[in-house]
């Protein structure tokens, strides 16, 4: 049984770019959640999908947006990219419970 | 505004010893904590949880308590052992399925 895959596993952008980062959740699980994790802190909450609706969002910009598919599969998409939008982000699927499985992360580089 | 706290940033622990981990909160209406486990080059990955309405849950070698009049959880692992070496970060849910908040992380070293 696979678990929540992401990729690409390691990106570089340049300023200004934008991106488009994947994610599958665990088989049978039709939640998704997005978290931005910097450098020596805990993941944050960009926002969460359920029903290829975005349920809840934290305190991100409108440059985040994000989408699911009938499958249940997402995207995150970051606009306009900055240098303080290197991270890990990391994706995370559950189902009903509070337990939320998590991807190995996108390491994400802007230059 | 941080919701949840680790205010140790690294722990080292002897193998066999007990090793616990603390975390505070300040949100009241906070109705789930969990526990992750994360080594370097991979995701979190979740160890242990506990609802408001209880005060202990234990899975083998992990036990969480959860102190709510003193908004406290600590997560204890016993024995400890060197595979356990990682950052813990513990979390926080006012429903289920919903947003967690994270804290800072605990590094956790255990030296053989």
């Known amino acids: 049984d696979a678990g929540v895959t992401q990729s690409p596993t390691h990106l570089i952008k340049t300023r200004g770019q934008q991106v488009t980062l994947r994610c599958s959740p665990k088989s049978g699980h039709d939640t998704v959640s997005w978290y931005q994790q910097a450098l020596g802190q805990g993941p944050q909450f960009i926002f969460q999908y359920y029903e290829e609706e975005e349920r809840q969002r934290g305190n991100f910009p409108d440059r985040f947006s994000g989408h699911q598919f009938p499958n249940y599969s997402s995207e995150l998409n970051v606009n306009a990219l900055l240098l303080g939008d290197s991270a890990l982000y990391l994706c995370?699927?559950?189902?009903?419970?509070?337990?939320?499985?998590f991807g190995q992360g996108t390491r994400l580089t802007v230059v | 505004d941080q919701q949840v706290k680790q205010n140790s940033p690294s722990l080292s622990v002897q193998e066999g010893r007990i090793s616990i981990l603390n975390c505070d909160y300040t949100?009241?209406?906070?109705?789930?904590f969990l526990w992750y486990k994360k080594y370097p080059a991979e995701g979190p990955t979740f160890l242990i949880s506990?609802?408001?309405?209880?005060d202990k849950n234990e899975d083998g070698r992990f036990t969480v308590f959860l102190n709510k009049s003193a908004k406290h959880l600590s997560l204890h692992i016993v024995p400890s052992q060197p595979g356990d070496s990682a950052v813990y970060f513990c979390?926080?849910?006012?429903?289920?399925?919903?947003?967690?908040?994270f804290g800072q992380g605990t590094e956790l070293s255990v030296k053989p």
């Open positions: 979390a926080a849910s006012e429903d289920q399925g919903g947003k967690l908040i």
């Open positions: 949100n009241s209406m906070f109705d789930y």
């Open positions: 995370a699927s559950s189902l009903r419970g509070p337990e939320a499985f």
């Open positions: 506990i609802s408001s309405i209880k």
